[in-house]
């Protein structure tokens, strides 16, 4: 779940030489803020700024339009600090997915035994993730344990299956097909211990 909202900081203030309309005294202060939209708090996107002018001496608040004053203030760096975590993120992620496919398409032309196995099946029109963990490879005979379970999501299936003990989340029975047989699964992806 993505928790996302808004949030108003302040950028800075300056003391201007602008006289208070209420007490008579100069030097209004010009206060600039900024709302972000955040991700998981996290300002991401700067979006429209704001002033106002405040007398220190009196307490009054004004708009900044009465004294034709202008916003003065840069959005810092860190407004775009989310956008650049979350970018940071997904091109990680990109990376690793890239890697993994690259490991997977190895794997499958060299199986070996406690190679972890995810298939992708449809159930009912939705994609389902078993998995298979290999028992043997002995040259063109490859034996394997079938998932008791699968999941609806690829990293949940990989998660049960990286600690799957024959008799609990796998099957007892022992399968057997050859590599041919192995190459025409629908794989997913191949995670080798
Ligand atoms: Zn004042």
Request: net charge neutral; charged share 20%; aromatic share 12%.
């Amino acid at each position: 779940m993505i928790i996302w909202g808004w949030t108003e900081k302040l950028l800075g203030s300056i003391i201007t030489n602008l006289t208070c309309t209420n007490c008579g005294k100069s030097g209004l202060v010009s206060y600039t803020f900024q709302r972000f939209f955040t991700i998981f708090f996290i300002p991401t996107i700067p979006l429209g700024k704001r002033g106002t002018l405040g007398c220190p001496s009196c307490g009054t608040a004004f708009l900044p339009e009465n004294f034709n004053q202008t916003v003065t203030h840069k959005t810092p760096w860190w407004g775009f600090s989310g956008l650049i975590l979350f970018g940071s993120l997904i091109a990680l992620g990109i990376g690793v997915g890239i890697v993994e496919s690259q490991n997977t398409s190895s794997y499958i032309q060299d199986p070996q035994a406690n190679d972890i196995v995810v298939l992708k099946v449809k159930d009912d029109s939705k994609d389902m993730y078993p998995y298979i963990k290999l028992k043997s490879v002995d040259g063109d005979k490859i034996t394997y344990y079938q998932s008791k379970y699968s999941y609806s999501r690829e990293r949940d299936t990989l998660k049960e299956a990286r600690n799957a003990k024959v008799g609990t989340e796998l099957d007892e029975e022992v399968h057997e097909m050859s590599k041919d047989e192995f190459k025409k699964l629908n794989i997913s992806v191949i995670e080798r211990p």
